[in-house]
């Protein structure tokens, strides 16, 4: 069986025990915790009680929520950010986005009200990148080169 079907000892697969962990509190207290605390995080400084009361019963277009979205920041006080997309739509749905454009813009410039946009990808032109040649060509100092490049939505 794949690693969502297995089973632990209390016959719950992986996926049903991560879902009960990512619902596991409700909203409200969610909320709570994170205005009583002393948190520096992003969330709290971005997720205002209209905002709140905005999405506190609404669903991405995916089904996810805004308690599975807070529930980090909520519960850790230390976090920096302390916000979790709870699936792509969260970027992207009207109602949603706005709150994470401000945090991510936020997170990257210092200044939530900033609109900067990811940068056109150039390595350069096909001349620019053979000037630089072999860059070891004795193969004394390059053992192996690795190149990793990942992203956790699509179209993202």
Same mark, same amino acid.
């Given at each position: 069986?794949?690693?969502?079907?297995?089973?632990?000892?209390?016959?719950?697969?992986?996926?049903?025990?991560?879902?009960?962990?990512?619902?596991?509190?409700?909203?409200?207290?969610?909320?709570?915790?994170?205005?009583?605390? /002393?948190? #520096?995080?992003?969330?709290?400084?971005?997720? =205002?009680? %209209?905002?709140?009361?905005? @999405?506190? +019963?609404?669903?991405?277009?995916?089904?996810?929520?805004?308690?599975?979205?807070?529930?980090?920041?909520?519960?850790?006080?230390?976090?920096?950010?302390?916000?979790?997309?709870?699936?792509?739509?969260?970027?992207?749905?009207?109602?949603?986005?706005?709150?994470?454009?401000?945090?991510?813009?936020?997170?990257?410039?210092?200044?939530?009200?900033? /609109?900067? #946009?990811?940068?056109?990808?150039?390595?350069? =032109?096909? %001349?620019?990148?053979?000037? @630089?040649? +072999?860059?070891?060509?004795?193969?004394?100092?390059?053992?192996?080169?690795?190149?990793?490049?990942?992203?956790?939505?699509?179209?993202?």
């Amino acid at each position: 069986p794949s690693s969502t079907a297995q089973t632990t000892s209390d016959n719950m697969s992986d996926e049903e025990q991560w879902r009960k962990q990512w619902n596991a509190k409700p909203v409200e207290d969610l909320w709570a915790s994170l205005q009583k605390g /002393n948190s #520096k995080s992003l969330l709290k400084k971005h997720l =205002t009680e %209209a905002t709140y009361n905005k @999405l506190k +019963d609404k669903k991405t277009s995916l089904g996810g929520t805004l308690a599975q979205c807070m529930s980090s920041g909520a519960l850790h006080a230390g976090s920096n950010v302390g916000i979790y997309a709870c699936d792509p739509n969260a970027y992207a749905d009207p109602e949603w986005c706005d709150l994470f454009n401000l945090i991510i813009q936020d997170y990257h410039t210092g200044n939530p009200s900033n /609109n900067v #946009k990811h940068p056109e990808p150039s390595f350069g =032109t096909d %001349a620019e990148i053979a000037s @630089l040649g +072999d860059l070891d060509p004795t193969g004394q100092f390059v053992v192996s080169t690795r190149v990793r490049c990942a992203r956790s939505h699509v179209g993202m």
